[in-house]
C-alpha cells in the first residue's frame, strides 16, 4: 500500500501506472473502443491526476487541463485502496467514502478496466 503524504508522492506512482499500463498490449486491446477519462483527485493532499482511454491509447497526465467524463474525489489513502484494489468503488460511493462528479454511469464504465488497473498499481507500488 502507497503512502501518500505529498501530492508528488502520489503523481510519481501514477506516473508509474500510467507507464505500464501504457505497455500492456492485453489492456490496450481492451480499450480499443474506449472513450473515457477520469480526473483522481486527493482533497488531502490536492492532488489532480487525470487518465485517457482513447480508442487503444491510454494517458495519464498529472493536473490535466482536460475535461473529463467524471472525477473521483476522496481522501488520498482512500484513492489508495480504491487503485490497489482493496477497497470496490461502488461500495465506496454508496458508504461516501469517494465522491463522484460527472456521469454515474461512465464511472460504472470504468469498473470494467479495475483489474488491468490494480495490477498495474500493485506493480507501480512494488
Do not use: H, W
Not at 480499443?32 to 491526476?49: H, K, P, Q, T
Not at 474525489?73 to 461502488?90: C, F, M, P, Y
Amino acid at each position: 500500500m502507497a503512502e501518500f503524504t505529498t501530492k508528488e508522492d502520489m503523481y510519481k506512482v501514477l506516473d508509474a501506472l500510467s507507464e505500464k499500463l501504457s505497455g500492456d498490449e492485453q489492456f490496450l486491446k481492451r480499450i480499443e473502443r474506449a472513450s473515457i477519462s477520469m480526473l483522481l483527485e486527493a482533497s488531502d493532499i490536492g492532488a489532480r491526476y487525470g487518465v485517457f482511454l482513447e480508442k487503444g491509447v491510454f494517458t495519464g497526465k498529472v493536473e490535466p487541463e482536460d475535461k473529463t467524463s467524471f472525477s473521483v474525489v476522496a481522501k488520498a489513502s482512500t484513492i489508495d485502496k480504491l487503485l490497489s484494489g482493496k477497497l470496490n468503488g461502488e461500495s465506496a460511493y454508496m458508504a461516501g467514502a469517494i465522491n463522484l462528479r460527472g456521469s454515474e454511469y461512465t464511472a460504472e464504465s470504468m469498473l470494467s478496466y479495475m483489474p488491468f488497473i490494480v495490477r498495474a498499481y500493485k506493480a507501480a507500488t512494488e
